[in-house]
């Protein structure tokens, strides 16, 4: 695959990269391995240390880097700021929790003859990261700042679009001070991760990005027995009651489906609506939408970005139009946009009844699947009528019927009256098809350890 920084606001080619070669790759993974053997032995002192430090350039440098992402894949200034806190959150809280979160566990025996035993929680390796390129720090640090924090060591293989902001997050750590392959990028090319993987220095893959390559991945992690964790594709329901705030709840709804151009894995991509507000939430809906601007990434004033690449606009793009062949009824919302890059206008879709099967599609841009009904219960069989179950959402006054509507929602993550998201403290993941796994908290930071079992056992011998 080609790494290559492409501005999807004019489309231009500003810088190519090469792909590691299989040297590079193997000179990684031992740099790797040599920092994991160190870094394994240090304190929870020392790596706190650390990811203090990579938080603070990471606010120190929140401009530029904003503006790096920008330029890499479209995201809109204040959003790719509000990422760039968001990561440096993360490793602070790292930095904080870490030490408590892997404290040895005393297991509870029914007998003392059994023993004293314990849990004890130990790093095992390289951890091969494999991130996107829609949230180009986020989608890193909430790999890396839990498995440097627990002592394993990460090797990053970005997507193609963001050759520059890889390098970014591994200058950060190294200017933080990290051990040399403690934190590595590589532009490593498709064929590169069955080799990373099948290597014994490797302990585990964790990937954000499409089923396809989750499924790969999976594969091939499965066959060479490593752990792995699978964040994949999602259709959020984002369910409104009948008793829901219906103003608040419309400027929830624009900023749920159109942040970061409705390129997020958490978006509210399925809205639900119960009949007796259907009409009015509509009308709110299409308006706020309308007042969206669109332009210039780098322009303070856009909020509206293009997607991430021409690529992306032209699959969109055919993907409504397949959409449309099964039934699918497609408004065009009247936002103007620029004439050039990989602007995407926004739509919504109706007409996705049990005959359409673009009702179980992922639509990763600005397009509105919208839905009408009937009452509450109608509204909870709609949103679990998906092959996904990454997150969802549900709006309305009265917070316990929200948390027990969120109850019979089969996803791995629901919140009331706010768009799915997340937060340092947060764990994310999800079901079925949206994948496998919890990254961030404590959940997280465990994934990619030892649970090892000691037992101190003090009882007479038999004889």
Known sequence: MAYA???????????????????????????????????????????????????????????????????????????????????????????????????????????????????????????????PWNFPYYQVVRIAAPQISAGNAVILKHAGNLPQCAAACQALFEEAGAPKGLFQNLYLARHHTEVVLNDPRTCGVALTGSEGAGSVVAGIAGKALKK??????????????????????????????????????????????????YDRFLELYKKGIAELKAGDPLDPNTNFAPLSSQKAADDLRAQVEEAKKHGAKV???????????????????TGLDEKNEARHWEFFGPVTQLYRAKDEDDAIR??????????????????????????????????????????????FGGIARSGYGRELIGLGIKEFVNHKLINIVDIDAPF
């Open 5 to 131: 920084t492409t501005n999807p606001y004019t489309n231009e080619v500003i810088r190519t990269f090469p792909e590691a070669t299989d040297q590079e790759v193997q000179a990684a993974l031992t740099a790797g391995h040599k920092a994991y053997e160190a870094w394994r032995k240090t304190s929870f002192a020392e790596r706190s240390k650390l990811l203090k430090s990579v938080g603070a350039l990471l606010r120190r440098d929140a401009d530029k880097l904003a503006r790096l992402a920008a330029l890499e894949m479209g995201k809109v200034l204040a959003e790719g700021k509000a990422e760039v806190i968001l990561s440096a959150e993360i490793c602070e809280y790292y930095a904080d929790h870490a030490e408590e979160l892997l404290k040895p566990e005393e297991l509870k025996v029914s007998s003392p003859a059994i023993g004293r035993p314990t849990i004890v929680h130990e790093p095992q390796g390289i951890v091969l990261a494999i991130e």
């Open 228 to 277: 792995a964790t699978m964040e994949l594709g999602g259709s959020d329901a984002f369910i409104v009651l009948d008793d829901a705030d219906l103003e608040k709840t419309v400027k929830w709804a624009v900023f749920g489906r159109h942040w970061n151009a409705g390129q997020v894995c958490v978006s509210a991509k399925r809205i639900i609506v119960v009949d007796s507000l």
């Open 331 to 349: 408004e065009t919302i009247p936002l103007p946009v620029p004439n050039q890059g990989a602007f995407f206008q926004p739509m919504i879709m």
């Open 382 to 427: 709609i949103a679990n009528d998906s092959p996904y179950g990454l997150g969802g959402s549900v709006f309305t006054k009265d917070e316990a019927r929200g948390a027990r509507v969120a109850a019979k929602i089969r996803t791995g993550m629901v919140f009331i009256n706010h768009p799915t998201g997340t937060k340092a403290e947060l764990p």
